[in-house]
T-cell receptor, first 113, second 113 residues
Framework: EAQVTQNPRYLITVTGKKLTVTCSQN?????MSWYRQDPGLGLRQIYY???????DKGDVPEGYKVSRKEKRNFPLILESPSPNQTSLYFC????????????FGEGSRLTVL | AQSVTQLGSHVSVSEGALVLLRCNYS??????LFWYVQYPNQGLQLLLK??????LVKGINGFEAEFKKSETSFHLTKPSAHMSDAAEYFC???????????FGTGTKLQVIP
């Protein structure tokens, strides 16, 4: 089954404790992206990757890091989480070219205390 | 630069009534336009997309949208609402280099029995 898998789905952590949210896709997609969803703000892009070792900032990259060492994986790293990073995070993937739709994971709800 | 505006963060309709969710876009080049739906506690899934072929696009679950270049609109409609249509709907645009997908702020649809 074609899917994007995120882990963990739910996480409560404390300010400053590094965490990683993993994302993996099994569709051989070149393009992967992270979004955060906040009430009234819709989805905002954090980082995206056009292919292995090719990443770039989206609209709200501050406080986040990513890496793309393998085509299927695109982890999101919060080196020193702060309460304003409490949000619902989505990973998505698609073919790099053309009008391909985005395939989304089920989301990771992060709370930073 | 590209942008999407969704009018109305909340829309309520009676079961069996017409559903109309509004989306206006801004793009300096011909865009690709999408509608995604998000059911509670799930990721987003594609409803339909416009890719410069037919201006009237039919999607899943009886939804359709019409691309109107003169009005820069891509409104989503469904003739008769079902209870199962209650969800949040996002309009999105891709323009230019296909790297960036910009989402609207979302419209929550409530269906009243």
């Amino acid at each position: 089954e074609a899917q994007v898998t995120q882990n963990p789905r739910y996480l409560i952590t404390v300010t400053g404790k590094k965490l990683t949210v993993t994302c993996s896709q099994n569709m051989n997609h070149e393009y992967m992206s992270w979004y955060r969803q906040d009430p009234g703000l819709g989805l905002r892009q954090i980082y995206y990757s056009m292919n292995v070792e090719a990443t770039d900032k989206g609209d709200v990259p501050e406080g986040y890091k990513v890496s793309r060492k393998e085509k299927r994986n695109f982890p999101l790293i919060l080196e020193s989480p702060s309460p304003n990073q409490t949000s619902l995070y989505f990973c998505a993937s698609r073919q790099s070219q053309g009008s391909g739709e985005l395939f989304f994971g089920e989301g990771s709800r992060l709370t930073v205390l | 630069a590209q942008s999407v505006t969704q009018l109305g963060s909340h829309v309520s309709v009676s079961e069996g009534a017409l559903v109309l969710l509004r989306c206006n876009y801004s793009s300096s080049v011909p865009p690709y336009l999408f509608w995604y739906v998000q059911y509670p506690n799930q990721g987003l899934q594609l409803l339909l997309k416009y890719t410069s072929a037919a201006t009237l696009v039919k999607g899943i679950n009886g939804f359709e949208a019409e691309f109107k270049k003169s009005e820069t609109s891509f409104h989503l409609t469904k003739p008769s609402a079902h209870m199962s249509d209650a969800a949040e709907y996002f309009c999105a645009v891709i323009a230019g280099g296909y790297q960036k997908v910009t989402f609207g702020t979302g419209t929550k649809l409530q269906v009243i029995p």
